[in-house]
Structure formats: structure tokens, C-alpha cells
């Protein structure tokens, strides 16, 4: 599987997370017929991306972070 990329600050898991997107799906396919605004909204949704713990829905931290790296114990 690799090394972990993600460690929850609440409950130190590396494997339980999933993709938080901000921003409504269904608004998204809404401007997507408006073209240019589409196009804006789908960046603006693709970079607010956090990957959020499933066991205690806390965002989870980048173990290449110091805090991160103090959580995994490297």
C-alpha cells in the first residue's frame, strides 16, 4: 500500500480518510451549461480538496509536515 500521506491529529489513523470537496455537485453540473463559470467553479472545488478521517470526521494532517511526522512517530 505505501506510505501513509495523511495521519488524523484526533484518532492517529493513516488509512480512514476520504476527499472532502467544498461547493455543491449539483451547482457545479448547473454552470458546467454556462461554460466559463463552470470551468471557474470546478477549479475552485478541485483546490479546496481536504482529506477528512472517516472514524472522527477531523481533517487529517500531511506527514510531511512536523506535526505530522510527530504523530506517525518518524
Known sequence: MGRPQFVCPSCSSTSNAF???R???TLE???W???VPGLFY???REG???HVCKTCDVVMISVK???GQ???GA
Open 33 to 35: 451549461f454556462l461554460i
Open 48 to 50: 479546496t480538496k481536504l
Open 19 to 21: 476527499i472532502y470537496k
Open 42 to 44: 470546478t477549479l475552485w
Open 23 to 25: 461547493g455543491s455537485r
Open 70 to 72: 510527530r504523530l506517525i
Open 65 to 67: 509536515t512536523s506535526h
Open 29 to 31: 453540473i448547473a454552470l
